[in-house]
């Protein structure tokens, strides 16, 4: 058990915080290949040697840094399961995932919307497809056959683009809508496609 102390020090857990706040401030003002550890310890007033003791190097601080954002969403998502009748998932997701986006608007408005760092789109994408395939999986086919049928990996595609398109252009626009009016309007979209139920092919 000791061995995992380290990963709930609230010390360690504040130290990373710092260094993830300072990356954010740079990557709004320098090139992403600027960033020095030395620049990224400066600006999180650490040290060098503090910094490796968390990451190796930028690389794989980005890399972490984009683990934990999945892991947040991961453990969203399981709440969701838990607490959520199954006919009210869909719904809730939305919702919790919008809501947990707005309250780290500053991180996912720099780190996804402004595409500089692709690590946390790709991340995200690969996500939200999973999502979707699991989704889509689940569903019954007592819906009747639909009158176009498009492959269901580009359906798939379709959709989670479209998801993570809605979300950058939101933050773009500097959250206009609430998550809860947001989350309302991506149903109804979803709806219009029986929750891309009709765009998969599925034989």
């Not at 600006?43 to 968390?54: D, G, P, S």
Request: proline share 5%; net charge negative.
């Amino acid at each position: 058990m000791s061995a995992l102390a380290p990963r709930t020090d609230p010390r360690v857990l504040r130290t990373r915080q710092l260094i993830r706040d300072a990356f954010i401030d740079l990557i709004q003002e320098i090139e992403l290949e600027k960033i020095t550890v030395n620049r990224l310890a400066e600006r999180a007033t650490i040290n060098r040697v503090t910094f490796y003791l968390h990451y190796r190097d930028i690389p794989e601080m980005l890399e972490k840094m984009a683990d934990d954002m999945i892991n947040e969403i991961q453990a969203i998502l399981s709440g969701v399961r838990n607490q959520a009748p199954s006919k009210d998932m869909d719904w809730s997701i939305l919702v919790k995932i919008l809501e947990h986006i707005a309250e780290n608007s500053k991180f996912y408005t720099v780190l996804l919307a402004s595409q500089r760092v692709p690590v946390f789109t790709d991340r995200l994408m690969n996500l939200i497809i999973d999502i979707i395939t699991s989704r889509s999986e689940n569903r019954d086919d007592s819906s009747p056959s639909p009158a176009v049928n498009v492959p269901k990996d580009i359906a798939i595609w379709y959709g989670s683009s479209a998801f993570i398109g809605t979300i950058v252009c939101w933050l773009r626009n500097d959250m206009p809508y609430t998550p809860l009016f947001l989350a309302k309007q991506l149903s109804l979209l979803f709806r219009l496609h029986h929750n891309t139920n009709e765009l998969i092919d599925t034989e």
